[in-house]
């Protein structure tokens, strides 16, 4: 009997001892899931701390004691005690933290992995407490080598059902790492030279300008990106999650992902602070959507009954905390005309409703709403009628000062409209819209960008180059690249700077490969985004096989 106690004690010890170091090891070193950043984090850290002081001072305490394992009758309780409490404590933190992470859908290994360790560091407790409720123990070598063959024992299995818990957990699949918040540095007016080079986890399918850089969307998930030293700040990714779409509100500091469960699952909203990247809350994707690219604004984003349906409605929740805050519906026989997430301003939403009140859609009424159930402005355009339905297309200024509407009517007229989407006053309309009231236009191989007060800036570009989706209209330069018959092998491009100013520059970018080609020429997808911090360039084109895929940073 005596050794059987002396078998348990020492499972009890490897156990208090395995479970201890696995909860160090989670609060450390395993990424913090979402549960388990800030307050959580520190909770989790400081209780594992506590946790091995515990640990170290009940042995102590007991050798001192000569070895008397069980408290003595005169009430020193402390250190067992102690170590149970905290071991409770540990266990609490990381149900309370998985639950939170489950919630999001993002239940964290750490959590996983320390919860699993408390209730060994528990059980080990009870087995030494039940091991010394009697004295004992023989001497002799054998019996030596069978201790140290169940501590061994004890200790294996301790950690391998931990590390087993943290691999079969729905977390182990998903990786969430969060950012302490930073400021936004300012957008470069111009660029001249590779200020970093990042090398990214999978392909990269879009950027946005978000936070201090970029929002990189990801084959599984999204990236964060820091615009000032090209370090990845925060990062969510989910294996075999198929990432459809990432966007980010007017101002970035909102960042949407959008993904499924591989390539015919259900699709679940995202809703991340751009700074942090700590979400805020998620959405299922069954909720009546507009498309792929949700409408958002600084406030707000928009989900919708099938718009052609009669009496469609619109709902705005806000992007912080998921309240609703008003719903729009379509009034009889009208319908919202080619809803675009470009109709969204900084604080704003217009809507388009055409109406067919008695047979024919002669006009166009705009509505604008903010935060409130009461629209800001109403606006009424009337156009031509024909057989057609006709199409609104918005064009809207990157810091939401001007909002314009291209109206291809029912007869095949085109109109445009320009507004201010805070008062709804008629302004100039603008196909290339930019901040601070200004636009551009191309003209014989140029950019031309003019200003509210009359004057015009130009810049020449060279014929292969792009302004628009794949190019850059800055304060001080516009920026766009060009691929050469070389790209493929070495993957490098070319980013084309014209300043304002006359001056010109060519900056090569490696931006990773080697790319695969389709039918003799390459998948030349090219991505030159003016972020806070750097001009970041990419490209979507697929590697080969051990390619690499890298994000630029220009200054």
Known sequence: MGGARSGWRSAGCAAIAAGTAIVLVAAWLLPAGLAGTSTGQRWLRALGVLLAIAALAWPLAAWRRRRAWRPAPDGRYLAPGAVAVLAAGVLVCAVLGLRVEAGRG???RATTVAGVAAVAVLVGTALVL???RRGGGGRGGSRRRALVGVAALTTVVVAGATAAAGNLAPGASATSVVADRAPAPAVPA???RVAWSRAMPTRVHEMVAAGTGVAARLDDGVAGVDGRTGRIRWLHRRRGAVATSVTASPDGATVLLQWKAGRYGRTQLVFLDADTGRIRFTEDGGTPLFSYSVPMTDDVWLSSDDLLEPRARISAWSVRD???LWRYRTPAHCVVRDFLSHDTTAHAVILAVGCRANGVEDSIRFVAYGTGPTPLWQRRVAIPPG????TVIGRLAPDGSTYGAQINAGDGSAHQVGSDPRTGRSVPYHRH??????????EDGAVLVHH??????????????????????AAGAVGCTTIDDSFAAQGTQTVQVREFSGRSRSVPVDVGGPFQRFGGSVDELSFLVAAPGAWVVGTGAPVTDGGTYRLVGLR
Do not use: H, K
């Open 106 to 108: 993002f239940p964290g």
């Open 130 to 132: 039940f091991g010394a």
């Open 190 to 192: 111009t660029v001249s």
């Open 322 to 324: 998921d309240r609703l």
């Open 387 to 390: 057989s057609n339905a006709p």
């Open 433 to 442: 819209p930019l901040s601070g009231g200004s636009w551009y236009e191309r």
């Open 452 to 473: 509210p007060d009359g004057g015009t800036r130009r810049a020449a570009l060279p014929g292969s180059c792009l302004i628009g989706d794949g190019g850059v209209v």
